[in-house]
């Protein structure tokens, strides 16, 4: 399997000729989600849910299909009857070849006072985690883990941790725009020397 790093929390993953595409946001390119067979959202937050790069990735192939929670899956199903499927924590499906178990239930504390909305995990083939925004743990056995790096909701020291719990081959940096070039390297060193597990950063565009 092909993983290709997209900007911020998108990914791209092709296998046997398909390709599933993972939180298509505003912070990603344009063309995102054009060309995917299956396309995944975590949760919707612009970030990680743009609805015009949906809708181009869903109108490029009429065969694609999206898996999502309500608060997603509302808002764009009227408009593709049959292709928007509505998932939850515990569900596991086949898509275009991929085999995604969900796992998750809310996004992470923000602030107190701000409600928190639904978010869920995807693994992909037993392999790849995203999380979305939460560090759930799955319980089982990960390859490569999509660590959400820097976000309003975290701070470093939970990142090691969350890295240490998964215990997973590698971890991948995601959720990255915000993360400016001069804090990459102490990123890159903490995470890496603390983390317990193989550190990767891709550049938007880079291949695994």
Known sequence: MKLTKKRHACVRLEKDGQTLVIDPGTFSEEDA?????????THEHLDHFNEDRLRAGLEANPGAELWTLASVADQVSAAFPGRVHTVGEGDAFTAAGFEVQVYGQLHAVIH????????????????VFHP??????????VDTLLLPVMAPWNKL?????YVREVAPVRALDVHDALLTDLARPIYDHLVGELGGAEHVRLAPGDQL
């Open 33 to 41: 989600a054009v060309g995917a067979d299956v396309i995944l959202v």
């Open 112 to 127: 107190p006072e701000i409600p928190r909305i639904t978010n869920v995990g995807y693994l992909i083939d037993r392999s």
């Open 132 to 141: 979305g925004d939460a560090l759930t743990v799955p319980g089982v056995a």
């Open 157 to 161: 020291s939970e990142i090691v941790e």
